[in-house]
T-cell receptor, first 111, second 115 residues
Framework: SQQGEEDPQALSIQEGENATMNCSYK?????LQWYRQNSGRGLVHLIL?????REKHSGRLRVTLDTSKKSSSLLITASRAADTASYFC???????????FGEGTQLTVNP | EPEVTQTPSHQVTQMGQEVILRCVPI?????FYWYRQILGQKVEFLVS????????KSEIFDDQFSVERPDGSNFTLKIRSTKLEDSAMYFC?????????????FGPGTRLTVL
């Protein structure tokens, strides 16, 4: 398996529900970042969490990081139809600065 | 945060031709990156560029690829002899500030189609 694997691959929920996406990785990291991508469009940065942090919030987003399990989760609360997109986690290792992306989770929020 | 802009938004070329993709970053940012995303696949790192030098590159970034910042403004990715498998979205990204391993902000991408 590869660095930055998300699950589930696809998630379909109703507006107002919460959406949780998970990401696992294999190496030691400096930070982990979450991005959103609407179909055929660019990547929008959502949040960055550093290896010495366990939880961060930004608006309706909550990100957790468990370095002992090498995993992270992204929670979107009170989802909206406009949240429909692909969500990617990407890690930055302790050396270098490249982002290593996962396969992504396709989130569909039904109105 | 302001993003970078990329030109062109879509480039169609014949196999074997050279293409140059351009990225116009906001000034005072030192770290720049190129990534690509083949349709339906994940985003892959190509190269990072710091202080007018390549600082890191992936195995994808072979001799067919080159990057430069010729005039201190535009940041270009050149593919010398395109192949069919080079068809992808190419994203330029910039680092948030002066630190390495910081947030990266992506441009809207250039869709390259090789026929």
């Amino acid at each position: 398996s590869q660095q930055g694997e998300e699950d589930p691959q696809a998630l379909s929920i109703q507006e107002g529900e919460n959406a949780t996406m998970n990401c696992s990785y294999k190496t030691s990291i400096n930070n982990l970042q979450w991005y959103r991508q609407n179909s055929g469009r660019g990547l929008v940065h959502l949040i960055l969490i550093r290896s010495n942090e366990r939880e961060k919030h930004s608006g309706r987003l909550r990100v957790t990081l468990d370095t002992s399990k090498k995993s992270s989760s992204l929670l979107i609360t009170a989802s909206r139809a406009a949240d429909t997109a692909s969500y990617f986690c990407a890690t930055v290792e302790t050396s270098g600065s490249r982002l290593t992306f996962g396969e992504g989770t396709q989130l569909t929020v039904n109105p | 945060e302001p993003e970078v802009t990329q030109t062109p938004s879509h480039q169609v070329t014949q196999m074997g031709q050279e293409v140059i993709l351009r990225c116009v970053p906001i000034s005072n940012h030192l770290y720049f990156y190129w990534y690509r995303q083949i349709l339906g696949q994940k985003v892959e790192f190509l190269v990072s560029f710091y202080n007018n030098e390549i600082s890191e590159k992936s195995e994808i970034f072979d001799d067919q690829f080159s990057v430069e910042r010729p005039d201190g403004s535009n940041f270009t990715l050149k593919i010398r002899s395109t192949k069919l498998e080079d068809s992808a979205m190419y994203f330029c990204a910039r680092g948030k500030g002066l630190g390495v391993r910081d947030t990266q902000y992506f441009g809207p991408g250039t869709r390259l189609t090789v026929l």
